[in-house]
């Protein structure tokens, strides 16, 4: 049974940072990439950034920069570090991983406001 759990998320101020943490269980962690999506009220759910079973990365236009995602597979997590966060980055972010098809977690709720 997959199962993803995320946290980390919280308020934070405008300019500063979140760790987001996603501890996986129920498959071979290390041969599957691994992506982080956010969703906003009213707003379609994207693709933050992804990395795949060997370390690569891809991100969305809007956070390249600004986040980085990470994996440790020794602990069954991907991590999503968020700096210079901006108001616009608020919603709740869900980890994703596809085995034929996607499961999801809970999410974490982000906001960023002063």
């Known amino acids: 049974q997959v199962q993803l759990v995320e946290s980390g998320g919280g308020l934070v101020q405008p300019g500063g940072s979140l760790r987001l943490s996603c501890a996986a269980s129920?498959?071979?962690?290390?041969?599957?990439?691994m992506r982080w999506y956010r969703q906003a009220p009213g707003k379609e759910r994207e693709l933050v950034a992804a990395?795949?079973?060997?370390?690569?990365?891809n991100y969305a236009d809007s956070v390249k920069g600004r986040f980085t995602i990470s994996r440790d597979n020794a602990k069954n997590t991907v991590y999503l570090q968020m700096n210079s966060l901006k108001p616009e980055d608020t919603a709740v972010y869900y980890c994703?991983?596809?085995?034929?098809?996607?499961?999801w977690g809970q999410g974490t709720q982000v906001t960023v406001s002063s």
């Open positions: 990395i795949t079973s060997i370390g690569n990365t």
């Open positions: 994703n991983v596809v085995i034929g098809v996607a499961s």
């Open positions: 129920g498959f071979t962690f290390s041969r599957y990439a």
